[in-house]
């Protein structure tokens, strides 16, 4: 696509005496250009891209996208601001794919991924091919505008019909899904998380809400049990969106480790996935796949046959009389639910191993304490990922919060497994959270590999009393 054509009717300034050359792809990240493609200049909160010009121009770029005149002998289109441009961009250039495939985003502090992959079973269950991007197929929840445009692309190219993606408030804030076009959008729940990043819950509130417009979409499912619930559908409503309300209450929810079932549209519905959190996850999906053009029965099968989510109120065999979850909980509201959950399941104690990510949100560590201390017999406080803190530091802050001091304090998440296993017997539960699917830790700059689940299992394995309990 030539220059001039990318950039048609965007306002910024393209010096009229530059060869209108022609542009093959949008990216990012300096590092990624080849031949052929613009290099977009984006400002992040550690880098500013235009210190790699020079390096994207040694790669190939044949155009620059920037907020900075440069000294380079290159196009150059300058615009106010590159991330409020780059989605029009980032989607022009390879089509507008959102506009021929129906793409789904879901938002919320908990349950997106599940909500995600429980859409995509409903719908496969009845031949719609479909895709999903979030928390499980990429390093971001929500890849940044060029990626997610490419991607969207692909599966137009590959017959996908239908795309179920997570929707994070960062992504809202930085401007990733603009120029997508959602055939229906989704709201989950809200709670404490990322206020490192949007400072208070009124800005993380706010961001959430950028979803509910119809400049992304004209039908939203919203959980409307919670005030910011409310708030999204009276705004969703406002805009002149088709809603769907939806109450979790007076379901006659009933579940187990391994399967639920609860009252949806006059019907008693099962399903193979038990905690509890699955049943609320199946009714958001449920009614996003009605306003997809299913039929409640074509809905309940697709329901019946679902698969469990990797690191999602996981269940791992331990020995015939006690058993563990692995299960991504990791904010205040999804740790105490968890638990609260957890007992009414479980015959002897909840053992529960956690700790809380370094570099993120420190003011939530006291509140995860407090909800680990009501609501575990034993807690074991270990490593999440550090990142760059000092993780004893971290622990020491999610003591601080607890009203029972941790029975056990070990850094080595490994060791803090073996001490669960150790501790277990019969009808306890071992509750690993806060990790999930992830299959490394962050530790001082590096990606150490780490599943909870394989370290659980091998520790299980190499117990000189497993099976006994």
């Known amino acids: 696509m030539l220059l001039s054509n990318l950039i048609a009717d965007i306002e910024g300034l393209l010096d009229g005496n530059q060869v209108d050359t022609e542009v093959k792809r949008v990216i990012h990240d300096s590092r990624e250009i080849i031949e052929g493609d613009i290099f977009c200049c984006l400002r992040g909160e550690v880098t500013d891209g235009h210190n790699y010009i020079q390096e994207a121009i040694d790669s190939g770029a044949s155009a620059l996208l920037a907020e900075e005149v440069s000294e380079f002998n290159i196009p150059t289109f300058l615009v106010e601001n590159v991330r409020a441009v780059l989605p029009r961009v980032a989607s022009r250039i390879v089509g507008d794919p959102s506009k021929e495939i129906s793409v789904v985003g879901v938002t919320g502090t908990n349950g997106k991924t599940s909500v995600v992959s429980m859409l995509a079973e409903v719908l496969r269950t009845h031949e719609i091919p479909t895709a999903t991007i979030g928390t499980l197929t990429?390093?971001?929840?929500?890849?940044?505008?060029?990626?997610?445009?490419?991607?969207?692309?692909?599966?137009?190219?590959?017959?996908?019909?239908?795309?179920?993606?997570?929707?994070?408030?960062?992504?809202?804030?930085?401007?990733?899904?603009?120029?997508?076009?959602?055939?229906?959008?989704?709201?989950?729940?809200?709670s404490h998380d990322h206020l490192d990043f949007h400072g208070n819950m009124e800005n993380y509130h706010l961001a959430k809400g950028l979803l509910f417009s119809r400049e992304f979409s004209e039908r939203a499912v919203i959980a409307t049990d919670s005030e910011y619930g409310r708030s999204y559908f009276e705004k969703a409503i406002s805009s002149g969106m088709e809603v769907e309300a939806l109450s979790l209450k007076n379901r006659n929810v009933v579940f187990e480790q391994r399967s639920s079932s609860f009252d949806w549209r006059g019907e008693r519905v099962t399903i193979p996935l038990g905690g509890p959190f699955a049943f609320s996850n199946a009714l958001v999906s449920a009614e996003i796949a009605i306003q997809l053009g299913l039929g409640i029965e074509e809905v309940i099968a697709g329901l019946n046959s679902l698969n469990g989510i990797s690191g999602r109120f996981e269940p791992v065999p331990i020995a015939q009389e006690s058993s563990a979850i692995i299960d991504y909980a990791h904010t205040p509201s999804a740790l105490a639910e968890l638990l609260e959950g957890c007992r009414k399941i479980v015959v002897g104690r909840i053992i529960l191993v956690f700790g809380c990510g370094g570099d993120r949100d420190s003011e939530k560590r006291p509140q995860m304490g407090r909800a680990a201390s009501a609501g575990a017999d034993v807690n074991i406080l270990t490593s999440d990922n550090p990142r760059g803190e000092d993780a004893e530091k971290i622990i020491s802050e999610i003591a601080s919060g607890m009203a029972v001091k941790p029975q056990i304090i070990e850094v080595d998440r490994r060791k803090a497994i073996e001490r669960a296993v150790n501790e277990a017997e019969s009808g306890d539960l071992i509750v690993v959270a806060g990790r999930g699917h992830e299959e490394y830790q962050e530790i001082d700059g590096k990606k150490i590999p780490f599943s909870d689940k394989t370290v659980l299992l091998d520790v299980v394995s190499k117990s000189p009393s497993s099976g006994e309990r």
Do not use: I, W
Request: with cysteine; proline share 4%.
């Open 138 to 190: 990429g390093m971001l929840t929500t890849p940044e505008s060029p990626e997610l445009q490419r991607e969207l692309r692909k599966y137009c190219s590959d017959g996908v019909e239908v795309v179920a993606m997570e929707v994070s408030s960062h992504s809202l804030v930085q401007k990733r899904v603009n120029e997508t076009y959602f055939s229906s959008v989704a709201f989950t729940n809200l």
